[in-house]
């Protein structure tokens, strides 16, 4: 197989305010990724528009995106972080990888037929072909990891079933133009952390959503000290005091959750968690998880205010980002068209 430099790529869309859940979940990670990878974070917005947005709600939520991924600790200098609807060569791909795709394969995708539910004729086609476009992101970059959730890992199963069969489709075209065996690489999802997957505050049963209608569900990044405070000291419990070991988390989501949490915010494994907290109550440990997350979300809170007092220097990050992306994207696709026997201009 054909070797390919390490570089992750990921993003999330700007649909709503992130919460919690992207923070430990993903733009953690991503931080911590800068320092062994070659990075290239997005703000995924062709992807926020398989569902109507207000353009005016969009382009605010564009900038609110970048600033939450900048104060958390992207930085814009070492990664490569921009918006996706600047790079056209994402659609450009994205439309040969439709013809490389095959309908079968969209059809096992769980999250169209959740995203969709009943009303599925009524769903637009983008929506229908997001985990496509989602694979020519990953692909433009030739990104070898995707740190992800749970919730996205088929997705990313077909990005290499994609990769897979433009390889092997385009395989005497690939070698004839000097990249080996593989043009594109079997991209791998990078899952897992003591939070990975955050769940709602009102449910631990249910992830925790920027859609869901309860704002008491989840920890906005934009919320503050005060708003953290009153929504963890709200957060549902059970009436039984914290185990001492893991096992004891079975059966109890609510309490899996909070744990999963502070071992999340303090950096440390859900048994460290519990060794500390193990006999207490409920009224205890949120006191202590109050104090963690104010003290570990509050500075990026305020980061992101004063990023997003001044808009146009949020623009005109993410415009260089895009010219560092894009010069990128403009090489893989050259090449592509040359595989695929497109004539273009040279």
Known sequence: MASFSPRVFSGMQPTHT???????????????????????????DMHAVTVWQDPADLTRAIREVTAAYMAAGIDPKRSILFNQSQVSQHAELG??????????????????KEKAGKDRENASVGLYGYPVLMAADILL??????????????????TRDI????????????????????????????????????????DGTKKMSKSDPSDYSRINMTD????????????????DALPSEEKGLEGRPEADNLVGIYAGLADISKQDVLTRFGGAQFSGFKAALVDL???KLSPINGEMKRLLADPAEIDRLLVDGADRARAIAT????????????????
């Open 331 to 346: 090489t893989t696709m050259a090449e592509v068209k040359d595989i695929v026997g497109f004539v273009r201009a040279r």
């Open 224 to 239: 503050d000290a005060d708003t953290i405070a009153q929504k963890v000291r709200k957060a549902k419990t059970d009436p």
């Open 18 to 44: 992130l919460h919690l859940g992207n923070y430990l979940g993903a733009l953690k990670r991503w931080v911590q990724m800068q320092e062994s990878h070659d990075c290239i974070y997005c703000v995924v």
């Open 293 to 295: 997350a104010v003290d």
């Open 141 to 158: 970059y030739k990104a070898t990891a995707v740190p992800v959730g749970e919730d996205q890992k088929q997705h990313l199963e077909l």
């Open 95 to 112: 439309w040969i990888f439709n013809c490389v795709a095959r309908l079968g394969w969209l059809n096992r995708m769980t999250q169209f």
């Open 163 to 202: 990769a897979q069969k433009f390889n092997t489709d385009f395989a005497a075209q690939i070698a004839a133009h000097g990249h080996g065996d593989s043009f594109f690489p079997l991209t791998e999802p990078m899952i897992g952390g003591p939070a990975a997957r955050v769940m709602s505050l009102r």
